[in-house]
């Protein structure tokens, strides 16, 4: 079934998927803040500032108008970076159809309030649209996606049906789509990988080699299925798309925001000079405050996190941090899983 789709962003990830949605035959509508952009990608049919590579169909038109954009809409994604999320719903809300399907695409945490997007989401949304909130994650880089590479991704709902809605919407040839139905393990895993990703280029920026990475990137993974467990996340999801599948893309691509900052940091650079050359959100640097923040109101074990929130925010130097996680006391690699093991007994 072809539909009216509003895609709310306008940056690199918001023009690949909806280049994504006007190639299934959806009439889909950008809106973005910038009307320089949005004049651009009405006029040219390019968004070069965010995904220089990209043509945009037919099918997309673009707008700074936020109410006309998803008044008109039967469903909307929003791929907003993490922190413009609520203000953006807020605005979005009254205008909002009934019975309209919201998919979102951020990989993110609220800083201030430590929660994930689909509770950020509802709280602004009417009581009958919070049910109908999806959230769509996986390994899939912008760059990529524009030009039709083989992609696979993953959708999660508390309503399986809801979830088989949004899979209908992006599915193609080249746009693989799953469902899942644990919303808080798929958008941990999109959320926390980018805590590790700064990792990786971090070490990549220092120079340590492969072995370094392989390490982090598994350890990484340690992390963030200990933290999403105690929040209620299935442990199987971390082993999917929206967790080990996304966590290697972010940390051994190029193309990944977050593995470029953590390799200029490691070079040296200062965090504030990184963020202003990067010129687009970083969303790993809030995630790790964030974080931070929740490992310790649930008592669990995070070292690279804890070490990569020194460097972004206290000031400790790349070189000494990775010292310190080598240096840590002895402990058995399958700690976690037996703990999760013993507590489903």
Known sequence: MKRTVAVLGAGSWGTALAIVLADNGHRVTLWGRSAETV?????????RRYLSDAVLPAGVTATTNLGAAVSAADAVLVVTPSHAVRDVVRRAAPHLRDGVLV????????TDTLKRMSEVIREELPAPLGRRVAVLSGPSHAEEVCRKSPTTVVVAAEDHGVAQEAQD???NAYFRVYTNPDVVGVELGGALKNIIALGAGLS???GYGDNAKAALIT??????GRLGYRMGANPLTFAGLAGVGDLVVTCTSRHSRNWRAGYRL???????????????VVEGVRTTKAAYRLAKRYGVEMPITEQLYAVLFEGKPPKQAVEELMGRDRTHEWEWIVQVRDAAR
């Open 204 to 206: 990549d920026g220092l």
């Open 169 to 171: 919407l992006f599915i």
């Open 39 to 47: 004049d651009e990608i009405n006029a040219r049919r390019t968004n």
């Open 266 to 280: 490691g070079q040296g650079a200062s965090l504030e000079d990184v963020l202003a050359q990067m010129g687009m």
């Open 219 to 224: 350890r990484g993974l340690a992390e963030i």
């Open 103 to 110: 998919v979102h695409a951020a990989k993110g945490l609220e």
